[in-house]
T-cell receptor, first 114, second 116 residues
Framework: GQQLNQSPQSMFIQEGEDVSMNCTSSSIFNTWLWYKQDPGEGPVLLIALYKAGELTSNGRLTAQFGITRKDSFLNISASIPSDVGIYFCAGLGAGGTSYGKLTFGQGTILTVHP | KAGVTQTPRYLIKTRGQQVTLSCSPISGHRSVSWYQQTPGQGLQFLFEYFSETQRNKGNFPGRFSGRQFSNSRSEMNVSTLELGDSALYLC???????????????FGEGSWLTVV
């Protein structure tokens, strides 16, 4: 099935460093969502974005809805060990065959070294 | 307020059998959507139910079906199980139908299905 292009696939960083990941698509989306998933658990919603250009923060996390509506990024500042996990972007299609369907990126595996 | 609840958490089935998974959405949420997560294919949309009606369906065979009850609880059924159906099945709920309004979509912890 269709997936968003999420990069990087994995990151190994030191505690205290900042992290940036992004998702791109050839389709337009009207909602972007970012999730974190721990092993064996369901995805937990981190940030939701609803308008092109929107910039939203949640603690040390900041995400933006790209102005073309085809991309989004997530930044994590001052990473800590509990940030370890898999981060997924997800988009809700604005029209066509992707309307009303949630499409996911492949995930970014984040490892934080203390 | 209680989150999205999925049962059972783990189950093992034999090829050819069928399975039914259950999902209780967050109170007040009327949209329930289902997803399959595998290492090879990632997270993929199965279908969405809103007010007891299937609104959208992903690219899965007809062996995958679902329904929603008047209290918004949903069930998903997979018939004639195949080895490749082994996956984490996730349910999510939202107040509004997907694509309408400002969707905030919350996931349950999932049901781990192993087909042997």
């Amino acid at each position: 099935g269709q997936q968003l292009n999420q990069s990087p696939q994995s990151m190994f960083i030191q505690e205290g460093e900042d992290v940036s990941m992004n998702c791109t698509s050839s389709s337009i989306f009207n909602t972007w969502l970012w999730y974190k998933q721990d092993p064996g658990e369901g995805p937990v919603l981190l940030i939701a974005l609803y308008k092109a250009g929107e910039l939203t923060s949640n603690g040390r996390l900041t995400a933006q809805f790209g102005i073309t509506r085809k991309d989004s990024f997530l930044n994590i500042s001052a990473s800590i060990p509990s940030d370890v996990g898999i981060y997924f972007c997800a988009g809700l299609g604005a029209g066509g065959t992707s309307y009303g369907k949630l499409t996911f990126g492949q995930g970014t595996i984040l490892t934080v070294h203390p | 307020k209680a989150g999205v609840t999925q049962t059972p958490r783990y189950l093992i089935k034999t090829r050819g059998q069928q399975v039914t998974l259950s999902c209780s959405p967050i109170s007040g949420h009327r949209s329930v959507s289902w997803y399959q997560q595998t290492p090879g294919q990632g997270l993929q949309f199965l279908f969405e139910y809103f007010s007891e009606t299937q609104r959208n369906k992903g690219n899965f065979p007809g062996r995958f079906s679902g329904r929603q009850f008047s209290n918004s609880r949903s069930e998903m059924n997979v018939s004639t199980l195949e080895l490749g159906d082994s996956a984490l099945y996730l349910c999510a709920s939202s107040w509004s139908a997907l694509g309408q309004g400002r969707n905030t979509i919350y996931f349950g912890e999932g049901s781990w299905l192993t087909v042997v």
